[in-house]
């Protein structure tokens, strides 16, 4: 019985449009990653490396020095170059993402009412006017 339970509240899980609308979002997440990646490889980053003078981010790294203990072993590199690299791509991303929600935000933001305006009072039902005018006449004999 546990299997079955387990099984029918992943089903309902699986049908609701939220998780439907988050994996979509992961796709398209996914796929709008590849053309920023894009976008800073091809287009932000040789400029700025032209104008560092012709240096290639990816080929930014620091060579450490070989370990006298291990002679014939490879050289080992830290390679900054990527790092700033993908540390561009995630600001561009937090940005754009940034924008768009902003954008949902305003779109969805329910209009204001008008400030200046008094608000209209309630009508009032057949027995509160009747005790209006009550009220009314007693004050008027008096």
């Known amino acids: 019985m546990g299997k079955s339970g387990f099984l029918q509240e992943f089903k309902a899980f699986a049908i609701k449009g939220n998780a439907i609308d ?24 040789p400029p700025i490396g032209w104008i560092i003078g012709g240096v290639d981010f990816k080929d930014l790294k620091y060579d450490m020095p070989v370990n006298p203990l291990n002679e014939g072993g490879e050289p080992v590199s830290i390679a ?50 009747l005790l209006t005018e009550i009220r009314d006449l007693l004050k008027e004999k008096k």
């Open 22 to 45: 988050m994996a979509v979002g992961v796709i398209i997440g996914g796929a709008f990653g590849k053309i920023v990646t894009s976008i800073v490889n091809d287009l932000i980053m």
């Open 80 to 129: 900054y170059g990527n790092f700033l690299q993908t540390c561009l791509d995630f600001i561009i991303i937090a940005f754009c993402v940034f924008l768009l929600v902003k954008l949902v935000m305003r779109l969805s933001r329910k209009p204001e009412i008008e400030k200046d305006a008094p608000a209209a009072p309630p009508a009032l039902s057949k027995e509160e006017q």
